[in-house]
Every structure is written in C-alpha cells, then in structure tokens.
C-alpha cells in the first residue's frame, strides 16, 4: 500500500514500462482506491439515515446561535449544492453572506442571488444574499474580490471554503497550476490570507470562523509533495481530486498551529475542516453510474441541505472553541495519519508560502492599508 502511494514508485515505473500503461494503472488503482472508500462512505450514508446517534442539525439547535444581525459571512461556491444550502441557513438567521461564483455576467449572479432569497423564509429580516465573482482558476479573481470586500465591509465572521471540482481532465490554470490544486487548495490558501485583516475585525461574541470544507477521500492518499502539479508522476484525476483534499486539512492543522504561534497570536479566528458526508451535487457529473442512475444515488446519498448541516455546525457551533480539528456529522473525527504528520504539513507550507510569495508581495504593494503578513511564517 505504502508503494503505490510513493511518487518515488512511480517515477521508477515510469523507466521499466511504457508511460501510456503506467498512467492507465496508477488512474485505475487510485480509482479503486476512492471507489472502496466511497463505497464504505454509502454504507456509513445508510447508517445516517437510520441512526438516532449520529447528529443531524434541526432548524433550532441550542449550541448554534439563531440570531446572527450583523454578522457577514462569505462563502465560496455557493451558487449551487452545499455552498448555496450553507448560504441559505446563514441568511434565514439574518447574515449578509457573500456568495461567489464563478458565472461572469452579472445577470447571472443577480438572479442566482433573487432566487436564493426567495426559496428561503427567513427568521430574520436583516440578512442578505450577494453573489459577488470569483474564478479559482485565477488568483488574480481572488485580489480582485478581497480589494471589494474590504472596501465594501471590511470586517468578516465567517469565511467557508467550499467551492470546488472534482475529477477534472488534466488542465493547468494561467497561474501555472494543476486545476483540482489551484481551485480546492491553493486559491483558498490566497483568500484566507488576504482576509486575516478582514477576520480580525470581526468584533462578536467570539474569535472569526475558517470552515474548509474538504472530504473523505483524502484517506487513503498521499500527497506528493514532490510533484503536486503531476509534471513527473503520472495524472490521475482521482489523486488530483483526493490530494487538493488532503493538501486543505493539511493547511487547516498548519494554519491552526501558525495561529498559536507569536505571529499568528494577534489574530483571532479558529479554523476547522470538515467532510461534509456523500451529498447528491453538481459534483458527481463527472461519476460515471451517478451519471446512469441518478434515482440510485439520490436515494443513497444526502441532501445538500443535510451536507450543509457540519459547514453550519463548524462556523456557529458554540461547542468549537478551538482550531485544527476535521469534522464529520457535526463531531470531530481523526483525519488520516499523513494529514496529521507535521513533517509532511510544515513541507507543504514552505511549498505553499513559496507559489503565493509573489502574489502576496504584489498584493501588500496595490493595498498598502490592508497589509498581510509574509504567508503562514512562523
Ligand atoms: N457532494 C459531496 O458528496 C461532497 C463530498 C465530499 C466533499 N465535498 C466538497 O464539498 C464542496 C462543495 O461541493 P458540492 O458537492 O456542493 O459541489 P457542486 O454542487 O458541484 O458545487 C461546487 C461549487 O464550486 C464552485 N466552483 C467550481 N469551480 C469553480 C471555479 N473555478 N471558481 C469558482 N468557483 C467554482 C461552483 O460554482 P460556479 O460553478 O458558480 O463557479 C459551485 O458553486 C466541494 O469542495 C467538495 O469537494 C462534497
């Protein structure tokens, strides 16, 4: 098992046998790989529905705060799915949330906005739902947004990671990176980081909230810290999918320990992450027997409604009270060995502080009043 999840493997496979075969076995192993996983996944989706034990969040919940007047919130890919239903429980308890999408016209996102309202009755009339742009595929799309919403508000309680692909074709953004990478990893780090000022400011009853909203397919996979863009390993989308994921609690466990340091100390904001359970998405279009039996699928897996309910539990819950911690069904779980060696999470830091030094230096030059610090230095 330890051998097909060391580059170093395959990179010797690649000099005794022909590329095409080595790339065809690596995308079939690592596709049994997430297919057993997903598989014990469906099991535990029975489980769910059939268990009083597990967790499931009503409308009212003791531990999560209903009243949340004044609170702003933003919430990546929340044009759809688990994104839109987290954003719309947000704005029923009076949150101005801050959707992006990535849709260009602004058509589009006004009337993504009207029909978000309209589906929910809000408890609280002082919320609002805006769907402002974001293309992960370009960092240069996340300056653009943070320069808007520290002008436009400044201060952030809630901030969740949620948009994301899964099991794209092999496909490098401008910025040079691999797609499932940039959007659900690296693109996410940017935007935390340029929002810490932004989270700080956030003056409510406790510290400002990270939820990254990652999965369980990051267990049975390893990263490769020595080719995470795939350049000389091969290509297999359900790696590139599993690692993004692992590459996000990797960051979470890192940032929340950057948190405790003298540097991180100043800011006050607990980061968490989560699996938010196998929901019926836009996510799946690319799951060939999803796409056969849809009316399998949907009476397996959840509702996005009920995959929102750990995104919720993680940004209100007044049971949180601390950072780096993965969660499933509103309880905290352990993430797999890999994710949690500090080794592996302090290499993929210095590789992540060395892909966005650039960007942030360019970043603190444009929008010299809203300085960030050097990227998760300790
Ligand atoms: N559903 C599940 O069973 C499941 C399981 C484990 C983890 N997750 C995780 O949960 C999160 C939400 O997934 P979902 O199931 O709700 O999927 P979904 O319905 O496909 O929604 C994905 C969201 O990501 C946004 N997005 C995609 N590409 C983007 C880009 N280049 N730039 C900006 N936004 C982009 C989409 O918005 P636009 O198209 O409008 O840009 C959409 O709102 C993902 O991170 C996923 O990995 C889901």
Redesign the pocket.
């Known amino acids: 098992m330890l051998a097909i999840n060391d580059y170093k493997f395959w990179l010797l496979m690649y000099r005794i046998f022909p590329k095409n075969i080595i790339d065809t076995v690596f995308t079939i192993i690592t596709a049994i790989q997430l297919y057993l996983l997903g598989a014990r996944y469906v099991l535990k989706e029975i489980h769910r529905k059939l268990s009083s034990k597990v967790r499931k969040l009503s409308a009212n919940e003791p531990d999560i705060p209903d009243d949340l007047t004044d609170y702003v919130a933003v919430v990546?890919?929340?044009?759809?799915?688990?994104?839109l239903s987290a954003a719309k429980d947000l704005y029923r308890r009076g949150c101005i949330v801050i959707v992006?999408?990535?849709?260009s016209s602004q058509m589009e996102r006004d009337k993504m906005a009207e029909e978000a309202k309209e589906s929910v009755k809000a408890t609280n009339n002082s919320g609002n739902i805006l769907v402002w742009p974001?293309?992960?595929?370009e960092m240069s799309s996340v300056f653009d947004f943070v320069a808007r919403f520290n002008k436009e508000y400044g201060s952030l309680d809630i901030l969740i990671n949620?948009?994301?692909?899964?099991f794209v074709d092999k496909n490098f953004t401008s910025d040079g990176f691999e797609y499932h990478y940039q959007?659900?990893y690296l693109s996410h780090v940017l935007l935390t980081w340029l929002l810490l000022p932004a989270l700080n400011k956030a003056d409510k009853k406790g510290p400002a909230r990270v939820v990254n909203?990652s999965?369980s397919t990051h267990y049975p996979r390893c990263a490769f810290l020595d080719d995470l863009q795939s350049q000389i390993t091969p290509y297999s989308a359900f790696h590139a999918y599993a690692q993004s994921?692992l590459c996000q609690i990797m960051f979470t466990y890192y940032m929340a320990n950057w948190l405790r340091s003298d540097v991180g100390q100043s800011y006050r904001v607990l980061i968490n992450c989560l699996?938010?359970?196998?929901?019926m998405?836009?996510?799946y279009q690319y799951v060939w027997w999803v796409r056969l039996f849809p009316w399998l699928a949907s009476f397996l897996f959840r509702t996005?409604d009920e995959?929102a309910e750990t995104v919720i539990y993680c940004a209100l819950s007044t049971e949180i009270e601390s950072s780096g911690y993965y969660y499933e069904d509103c309880s905290s779980l352990r993430s797999s060995k890999f994710s949690m060696n500090k080794i592996y999470q302090n290499r993929l830091a210095d590789l992540t502080r060395k892909q966005l030094a650039k960007l942030i230096e360019k970043y603190n030059q444009t929008y010299p009043e809203y300085k960030v610090p050097q990227i998760l230095a300790y």
């Open positions: 990546t890919g929340g044009s759809r799915g688990i994104g992006t999408s990535s849709a974001i293309d992960f595929r949620n948009a994301g692909v899964m959007i659900n909203v999965s994921k699996h938010p359970g196998v929901a998405t836009g996510l996005a995959g």
